[in-house]
């Protein structure tokens, strides 16, 4: 497959008879989850960049990127390059919090990158948070999970959190009290007490506000997390509150963009009354928004972040202060221990940094929005709405109906999207997607567009 030449192609109706064979072995033994069944991978079939092979024999134009894990397209060279090298050593995950795994006998003339590596490639990359020490988990769940947990275990006060409605942080118990997204990934699992959620603004100002963080108090207006610590008419003192979490940009919750004034004051507010702030990073970061973390759009630094997804493993990074100083207080067998994982997230941010893929996210996503915006003026009774920043873009529709039949619409051409939020339509193309397939994609959503308008 030449990634220069190849263009999307539907042979056969999809799903087809193939991938109708695997979902049938597949649900054979799989609990229900949230899988997409039309569309099934073929492994061993070509693949390069954002286009791979189904196991019809359909080429797809792949903008989900595995949910933003996949943020140099398939078979990138170098990762393929690792990956064999690393494949022949067994275990490929060991013991990492344990005993620590080391590749020849000087860490600096090591020729394959350990967590070790990745840790310092880390730091090298929050540098700007001041930011020195990091914990490596499996996932974006564990990755939330400890990142609340060195919060706790700093403060020891009342243990309240803040959270915000539209928030997806995690399935895992603990971060699944955090997420006010949907009601089917909460209802009738036990939850972490002393959780407020408040609401997420992405109003054009404060004066019009109309989502709730806004409001009309005895002492004026003022937002909602102001209202919470007013001295004389607030519900809590903020010494009681241990951490406030936020995603930069909501993803699950529909790629909601904050407005600035709301995020800067939840900041402003935090660091006046000395309260954590973790930046949920798992998918607006690494470089998606076209710069590391999708925090820096705002000029604002965290207290603590949680990535994983397109790190490929899941990583908490902060200051040395902010983690526990007695052991066995955060661990995890396989935390530290995943080799290849390892190694292939400190190659992904090799990459990103020498081929200046966050200047390519930037530029590329802007192409991308614009021509979206086209389409939205193309077709007005259909599209309610564009956005995003860097290549983390969506596209909202008239209904939830619309949406479900552009998604559908859009594999039978040859391209695959999913969904987000309500009614909206996600849009995660590799960091190094060129100008060649925005067009691609462009054409493709213009067409599916004409068909269900």
């Known amino acids: 497959m030449d990634r220069e030449s190849v263009v999307p192609k539907v042979k056969t109706k999809i799903p087809g008879q193939n991938a109708l064979k695997w979902r049938e072995y597949h649900e054979k033994y799989s609990s229900r989850s949230t899988y997409e069944y039309n569309f099934i991978w073929d492994r061993s079939a070509p693949a390069i960049g954002p286009f791979c092979t189904d196991v019809d024999e359909n080429i797809i134009l792949d903008f989900a990127s595995h949910i933003a894990s996949n943020s140099l397209g398939y078979n990138h060279p170098e990762l393929v390059k690792i990956t064999k090298e690393l494949a022949s050593i067994d275990p490929d995950r060991y013991a990492g919090s344990d005993f620590v795994g ?8 090591s020729k394959i990158p350990t967590p070790s590596h990745l ?3 880390l730091i090298e990359i929050t540098k700007q948070f001041g930011f020195n020490k990091v914990f490596l988990t499996n996932t974006g769940a564990e990755s939330i999970e400890n990142a609340i947990k060195i919060c706790y275990d700093k403060k020891r006060n009342y243990g309240y959190g803040i959270n915000f409605y539209g928030a997806f942080h995690g399935r895992s118990l ?12 909460r209802a009738w699992y036990p939850k972490l007490p002393n959780i407020i959620t408040l609401n997420f603004c992405s109003c054009e100002d404060f004066e019009s506000c109309s989502c709730g963080w806004a409001i009309n108090t005895q002492k004026g207006r003022m937002s909602q997390l102001r209202r919470l610590f007013e001295k004389e008419i607030g519900l809590y003192d903020p010494k009681e509150i241990a951490y406030i979490i936020i995603e930069p940009i909501q993803g699950e919750g529909g790629y909601n963009i904050p407005n600035q004034d709301f ?3 939840i900041y402003e507010l935090a660091k006046e009354n000395n309260i954590y702030i973790i930046s949920d990073e798992v998918q607006s970061g690494m470089g998606r928004t076209g710069k590391w973390w999708g925090i820096e759009n705002f000029g604002l630094k965290p207290d603590v972040i949680a990535t994983a997804k397109a790190l490929r493993i899941g990583a ?4 040395a202060e902010m983690f526990p100083d007695e052991d066995l207080r955060i661990s995890g067998t396989w935390n530290f221990g995943n080799a290849i994982a390892s190694a292939t997230g400190y190659k ?3 990459i990103i940094q020498r081929d200046n893929l966050l200047d390519n996210a930037k530029k590329m996503g802007d192409y991308f929005l614009s021509g979206m915006n086209s389409l939205m003026v193309k077709y007005p009774k259909t599209v309610k709405d564009v956005r995003g920043i860097g290549l983390m873009d969506a596209m909202e529709f008239n209904s939830r109906e619309t949406r479900d039949k552009a998604e559908a619409k859009l594999l039978e051409n040859g391209m695959l999207a999913v969904g987000c939020g ?17 067009n691609i994609a462009l054409e493709i959503l213009d067409k599916s567009l004409k068909e269900i308008k």
């Open 348 to 350: 992904v941010i090799e």
């Open 316 to 319: 908490v990074v902060s200051k």
């Open 174 to 185: 603990g971060a699944l009290s955090l997420n006010a997204s949907k009601r089917a990934h």
């Open 422 to 438: 309500y009614k909206a339509l996600r849009f995660l193309p590799p960091l190094n997607i060129t100008k060649r397939e925005i």
């Open 102 to 109: 080391a590749y020849g006998n000087d860490p600096k003339k």
């Open 119 to 121: 840790q310092e490639k």
């Open 263 to 265: 995020i800067k004051e």
